[in-house]
């Protein structure tokens, strides 16, 4: 780009490479005398003016043997049959003799006279600059990083073949033009101002990231820049060095790395946070959330209907029975109405992606999904619409596999994510899916297993409806534990005994689970058989503490109270169990006063007997430890609170129940209750 040239453009010149080489001018007249000598021939050759003006130079400054050389050189300069150039010997005026660069050519005076400029300058300047320029060129041309020089406009002036390939432009499109100018699809306007800085301050910038996208390709691409100011031998700025490396490749193995740590986190946390309980439902939801919005924008669990606990289904009748177990948005989308029902047992179709990955028991992946994906990826059409509504634009189904088995699938939707997902993120999703599934199967299997033991223990209970004894009625309630832990061994019965008698039996078999269960059934059973030889409930306590020893290690707490309604009395004996509650009308509700003996299997001790009077009117409440032990409350302040709760007003005895399950069971409670209320008969 021209300009016009300035008053100072002179004096800016100094300093040039001109005084590096040290030019020496020399004019010889016809007849080869010294006519002009420049103060740099003075400084060269060791003559002043004075003693060269007027005297023939070859005489002064060539060895006799070659001055007949120079006077042919001469000639044909003078001659006009062209210039010459080349090294030649010189004499200095101190005598030795040095190697120095000559450039002659022929002038014309206006007096038509002939003259011979001759320009010198020492050899070995000559041969040092010529190797500086001849490697800075090979290396500017040849280097690997991009390298370019600016003008103080930031207008480019040099670029070499490495930077017309990383930024995609030849060098006749960068010379002359700004950054701005050679690469508008990058936001090079932060550049340039730091660009500026450096020549007004001449700090240099040192490998400045940029990350952009290059018109040819699709590819984030990534460089490291540097900006240093150009100064010439006067320290005058020239312009501006620039220096591009193109670290695309670390920068996405960096990135792959972030991608891979991110990953490793997420499988860690997923470990943590699916399966903290062993409820289906909660193990569901926890996976569908682990995967939001760190690899999905939407998330999905379903079921095969057949493998879960309660089953409408079975395996025989194809696994395309799904039930819908969690769904997961990052933001209300309506996706989620696209969803199908939480907790519906539906018939997935086979061309669905998510019954495919199921079946097949392999990922299915769809980077990018079109109207007809949808069509598939939906449960119908209003479905589709909405998947399309909402952007689903990727799709990623990954079968829940534990043990061999397929429980399901988890079903991955993109909406606002602008990635599609790729081979790593399957992996990912596989990773999590195997661990979420280990976390379902386990919530499976716990789940038949409660199941069984709850059908034995309610087996093993009386009958909801069996008659009550005589002079007694009976209401009672049997409460697991909350569903994230076992089934105890929690027992009540009611056994008419000596035609009007009645033994009321509570007990609570320590620890949990289908053994608990089982060994409960063994006592309930043992206690009957036992009834029909004594009824004294000490004496039933005792047998029944030998008949624990045969059991291995199990231990249980135990209630019996024999209703005399002929005496209007009861006789209680207990072995470590909690006092029942005595409710007679127009007084307080207490605590049955009793010394109880050690629970059963803790040794061979005596079981002492209490006797109380049972009126007309009197309830009688008996219970097991779950109703009123919890972990964060003194027994007494729960005990009293029971007892508060049976001051109200006289209620039906399954109301009686009703209330005291309501307010004193916690929905998470821990431990399962036997509860028995008995009311004396007119």
């Given at each position: 780009m021209a300009r016009r040239l300035g008053p100072t453009d002179a004096a800016m010149a100094a300093g040039g490479l001109l005084d590096v080489l040290g030019v020496a001018a020399v004019v010889l007249d016809e007849r080869g005398d010294i006519a002009l000598w420049s103060p740099p021939a003075e400084a060269l050759f060791g003559y002043t003016c004075e003693e060269v003006l007027g005297h023939e130079a070859a005489s002064l400054l060539v060895e006799d043997g070659r001055r007949e050389q120079v006077e042919e050189a001469f000639s044909r300069v003078m001659a006009g049959e062209g210039t010459w150039a080349g090294a030649f010997p010189v004499r200095h005026k101190d005598g030795h003799s040095m190697l120095v660069e000559f450039r002659n050519t022929r002038l014309q005076a206006?007096?038509?006279?002939?003259?011979?400029?001759?320009?010198?300058?020492?050899?070995?300047?000559?041969?040092?600059?010529?190797?500086?320029?001849?490697?800075?060129?090979?290396?500017?041309?040849?280097?690997?990083?991009?390298?370019?020089?600016?003008?103080?406009?930031?207008?480019?002036?040099?670029?070499?073949?490495?930077?017309?390939?990383?930024?995609?432009?030849?060098?006749?499109?960068?010379?002359?033009?700004?950054?701005?100018?050679?690469?508008?699809?990058?936001?090079?306007?932060?550049?340039e101002d730091r660009m500026r800085q450096v020549l007004t301050t001449g700090r240099p910038v040192l490998e400045e990231s940029t990350v952009g996208h290059m018109p040819h390709d699709n590819r984030a691409h990534a460089w490291t820049s540097s900006f240093y100011r150009l100064e010439d031998q006067a320290h005058r700025v020239t312009g501006l060095a620039v220096s591009v490396i193109d670290v695309t490749e670390s920068y996405e193995q960096s990135l792959a790395a972030a991608r891979a740590r991110r990953r490793l986190s997420l499988i860690a946390d997923a470990s943590i946070r699916v399966g903290t309980t062993l409820d289906l439902p909660t193990t569901a939801r926890e996976l569908a959330e682990v995967t939001v919005p760190e690899v999905a924008d939407i998330a999905a669990v379903d079921l095969l209907d057949a493998a879960l606990p309660g089953a409408t289904t079975r395996a025989d009748e194809g696994p395309a029975q799904f039930r819908a177990m969690a769904i997961k948005a990052a933001r209300p989308t309506v996706a989620t109405a696209a969803a199908d029902p939480i907790g519906q047992v539906t018939r997935y179709h086979p061309n669905r992606l998510v019954t495919q990955a199921a079946v097949g028991g392999r990922p299915v992946l769809l980077p990018h999904v079109t109207a007809a994906d949808l069509e598939r990826i939906a449960r119908d059409e209003d479905a589709a619409r909405l998947l399309a509504e909402a952007g689903v634009h990727s799709y990623l189904a990954v079968p829940l596999i534990a043990r061999g088995r397929v429980l399901g699938a988890l079903d991955l939707k993109r909406t606002h994510?602008?990635?599609?997902?790729?081979?790593?993120?399957?992996?990912?999703?596989?990773?999590?899916?195997?661990?979420?599934?280990?976390?379902?199967?386990?919530?499976?299997?716990?789940?038949?297993?409660?199941?069984?033991?709850l059908a034995l223990q309610r087996h093993l209970l009386p009958a909801q409806h069996a008659p009550d004894p005589p002079g007694l009625a009976i209401a009672h309630r049997y409460q697991p534990a909350s569903a994230t832990d076992e089934t105890g061994g929690d027992w009540f019965d009611t056994i008419p005994v000596d035609g009007t008698g009645t033994l009321l039996v509570v007990g609570d078999v320590m620890g949990s689970g289908i053994n608990a269960a089982a060994t409960m059934g063994q006592l309930r059973t043992t206690t009957r058989a036992l009834a029909r030889l004594t009824a004294d409930p000490a004496e039933l306590l005792t047998h029944l503490d030998a008949t624990i020893q045969d059991l291995g290690d199990a231990m249980a707490t135990c209630l019996i109270a024999l209703y005399d309604p002929v005496g209007r009395c009861c006789h209680l004996a207990s072995a470590g169990h909690p006092p029942p509650v005595l409710v007679r009308p127009g007084h307080t509700p207490r605590p049955v006063a009793l010394d109880p003996g050690p629970p059963l299997g803790a040794g061979h001790l005596p079981f002492p007997t209490h006797t109380f009077p049972l009126r007309t009117g009197d309830d009688l409440v008996l219970y097991t430890d779950g109703l009123i032990e919890v972990r964060d409350q003194d027994i007494d302040q729960r005990l009293q609170t029971l007892t508060d709760l049976l001051a109200g007003p006289r209620r039906p005895l399954e109301d009686t129940c009703d209330l005291l399950l309501t307010a004193l069971l916690r929905p998470d409670h821990q431990d399962d209750v036997a509860l028995l209320v008995a009311r004396a008969l007119p």
């Open positions: 206006a007096s038509g006279s002939w003259y011979a400029l001759g320009i010198a300058s020492p050899r070995e300047t000559v041969q040092r600059l010529e190797r500086d320029l001849a490697l800075a060129a090979r290396m500017v041309d040849q280097a690997p990083i991009g390298l370019a020089v600016l003008d103080a406009d930031l207008r480019y002036v040099l670029v070499n073949p490495a930077l017309e390939k990383i930024n995609g432009v030849t060098a006749a499109g960068h010379l002359g033009r700004t950054p701005h100018e050679v690469l508008p699809h990058l936001d090079v306007a932060p550049i994510t602008p990635a599609p997902f790729d081979q790593d993120d399957v992996l990912l999703a596989t990773e999590l899916a195997a661990r979420a599934a280990v976390a379902i199967d386990n919530a499976r299997w716990y789940q038949h297993q409660r199941q069984a033991t």
